[in-house]
């Protein structure tokens, strides 16, 4: 009687092991997409950027004169850029960046996190500039720093793991370096799927109410 109810209790706990595993797996097989179409509908980002048109332009309270501070394209460290515009065939319905000199940004593209050029009211059809707003000037050039720390990473193609660190994409980025520092956490859950599946759009970091926008191209 004792083996029969050993042999029951191991098969059990096999069913349990074995049960455990393919739910893991399962839930790893969940959020493991990698096309940005899917995982951000186009028709959704549209909704974004009709919204983000919308808002009124606010002064950079951050910036160090008074004629930058207002509706002027921005070149204070840690200002973060968007655009809706397709970039580099990696999210076709945007991009994100965050100034880390006048004249450079850290951003994340197909080839990884890099340095680029802070020239986008030039090189964008489209752009907007926004600032978070329960951060000092100070604090977002340490974010800018935090993110510059990660150039020659990977980029990520798994959007809905914004939990890597080793490996990010654009938005992804940039949301690790205030959540990570700051816990502020500027994902808005527009493109979320339940609790596990969280994905950040380019065009959330406008949006979001804890930041605010400062410039706009047109």
């Known amino acids: 009687m ?47 950027v009709e919204e983000a048109n919308q808002k009124e332009i606010t002064i950079d309270t951050k910036a160090p ?15 973060i850029l968007l655009t809706d515009d397709a970039y580099k065939g990696v999210i076709e319905t945007g991009h994100a960046a965050i100034i880390y000199t006048g004249t450079s940004v850290v951003e994340s593209n197909t080839g990884g996190v890099e340095i680029g050029p802070n020239n986008w009211n030039k090189s964008k059809s489209q752009a907007y500039a926004v600032t978070v707003k329960a951060t000092t000037n100070t604090q977002d050039s340490r974010v800018a720093n935090w993110c510059w720390n990660q150039v020659n990473k990977p980029y990520n193609w798994n959007f809905y793991r914004m939990d890597y660190r080793d490996k990010f994409y654009c938005s992804h980025l940039i949301r690790a370096g205030y959540l990570d520092l700051y816990n502020i956490d500027l994902d808005t859950s527009d493109f979320n799927v339940g609790t596990a599946m969280k994905a ?19």
């Open 2 to 48: 004792k083996k029969v109810k050993s042999k029951i209790c191991l098969f059990l706990l096999m069913c349990m092991v074995f049960g455990n595993v393919m739910l893991v797996n399962a839930q790893d097989a969940d959020i493991n997409e990698t096309d940005p179409n899917k995982v951000f509908p186009a028709s959704e980002v549209e909704k974004l």
């Open 65 to 79: 004169t008074t004629r930058a501070s207002y509706g002027f394209y921005p070149t204070r460290k840690g200002v």
């Open 200 to 218: 950040i759009h380019p065009m959330e970091l406008v949006n979001t109410s804890k930041t605010s926008l400062i410039y706009r191209k047109k």
